[in-house]
């Protein structure tokens, strides 16, 4: 049996191992350390905003820059406060689609919310109400699937500031000042019409979550979650109410759904680095924000934790190691990130400049945080080319929104192709 590596690692494996080690010694990401990897819909994000119809789209320049430095993914907050009392207007909707036609640009994928008010002050002037609610949902839904192909997430927002649902419009809250449950179902589910599967959704806090939904109601199961309060208090600022019990629930509710956010302030010693470490791990999470809190985000510098962060937000496929036998060529991947993929990818192989073919049976969404797993490529040899291209037709045939194995100094080329080659029996 021949083992099989990366081919650029190939020579280094060869240098320092002999022929026998070469065949049973897996590749290890390790040497490396927590290199950096740019892979579409992880990491952390850059956050922007739109206001009016007369601001300019996100530069593809700067999204360019910021993907350079690592970030695949733009939280794209649009802001509806002309909107209080009317209609969406067609120029809005239209600089929608510009902003979205510009991340497609860039290489990069949307977070994205709406939102009416900045501000927790007077809901009921600076927010609207439920019924305008949902027709600003039915204008927005053919822009959302227009280019659904660059739809990370879209959080639930529309209610309160910031469209974190908190500090909400009356028509959205009960006497006691709680959320009234009946209302926001109705926006939920509106949203679920109007976003495309398989775009998952967002909402605030597990209970949220809980309202909206009950056990097994269909739509649940397209619905995650984002903390933007992550590590800044006991109970991340009344993101939780009962902590202890809310996080069991949520360590499992995020291994197959979308968790993410930002912190908001530091609060020693829980918003350290290993610890942040532990709840990163512990509740899968997909990104964070790069900017906020930088307080924060400084300390891990400080201590040495925010490479790790940083290399382990979302999926981190490595190799460890290939092998051909009678029967194929194996590939044992592992998965070094804190989350699984969040959306599902074919696995596509192919003798160099041949015809392409799908491994049968194997979901990208399988490879769970440290899980090996070993997919066997039918009657083929090294060298051979994989992919791990994006789903969607626009983007299946750019690099730049393909996943990539992890390994270093693995060539890609434009369409997404990694070569995998022998090494020195």
């Not at 991947?333 to 599902?344: E, I």
Request: hydrophobic residues 40%; aromatic residues 8%; proline residues 8%.
């Amino acid at each position: 049996m021949k083992r099989l590596v990366p081919a650029l690692i190939a020579p280094l494996i060869a240098t320092l191992c002999s022929c026998d080690e070469a065949k049973t010694t897996p590749v290890e990401n390790a040497a490396a350390g927590w290199a950096p990897i740019t892979d579409p819909g992880r990491g952390f994000y850059r956050h922007t905003e739109r206001r009016s119809a007369a601001d300019a789209p996100p530069s593809v320049e700067t999204m360019r820059t910021w993907r350079a430095d690592g970030a695949t993914l733009v939280l794209r907050v649009f802001y509806l406060g002309e909107f209080t009392r009317s209609d969406i207007a067609e120029e809005y909707l239209k600089a929608i689609g510009d902003d979205f036609k510009a991340v497609r640009e860039a290489g990069m994928k949307a977070i994205v919310r709406f939102a009416y008010s900045p501000s927790m002050d007077a809901p009921e002037e600076h927010q609207a109400g439920a019924e305008l609610v949902l027709r600003h949902i039915s204008q927005l839904a053919p822009v959302l699937a227009a280019d659904s192909d660059v739809l990370h997430c879209v959080q639930a927002g529309f209610l309160g500031a910031w469209g974190e649902w908190h500090s909400v419009h009356p028509d959205f809250r009960e006497n006691d000042g709680s959320l009234a449950p009946e209302p926001c179902r109705r926006i939920i589910h509106a949203l679920l019409e109007a976003v495309p599967a398989p775009v998952f959704l967002q909402v605030r806090t597990p209970r949220q979550k809980w309202m909206l939904f009950d056990s097994g109601a269909p739509g649940a199961g397209r619905v995650g979650q984002h903390n933007d309060c992550f590590l800044a208090s006991p109970d991340d600022v009344g993101t939780y109410q009962d902590p202890d019990g809310e996080k069991l629930w949520l360590e499992t509710e995020t291994e197959s759904l979308p968790m993410g956010g930002e912190t908001c302030g530091v609060s020693l010693p829980r918003s350290a680095g290993e610890s942040a470490l532990r709840e990163l791990a512990r509740f899968h999470y997909n990104y964070l924000n790069a900017d906020y809190h930088p307080a924060v985000l400084g300390s891990w510098k400080d201590d040495g934790t925010y490479q790790e962060i940083a290399a382990r937000l979302g999926h981190r496929i490595r190799l460890l190691e290939a092998a051909t036998s009678g029967t194929g060529l194996h590939l044992t991947l592992r998965n070094d990130g804190f989350a699984a993929p969040l959306y599902d990818r074919t696995l596509e192989y192919r003798k160099p400049g041949g015809k392409s073919l799908t491994a049968d049976g194997f979901t990208v969404r399988s490879l769970k945080p440290g899980i090996e797993r070993t997919i066997t490529l039918p009657d083929v040899s090294a060298p051979v080319e994989i992919r791990f291209p994006d789903p969607h037709p626009r983007l299946k045939e750019r690099a730049d929104y393909a996943l990539r194995l992890a390994n270093p100094d693995v060539p890609i080329d434009s369409a997404g192709w990694q070569t995998i080659e022998t090494t020195t029996p």
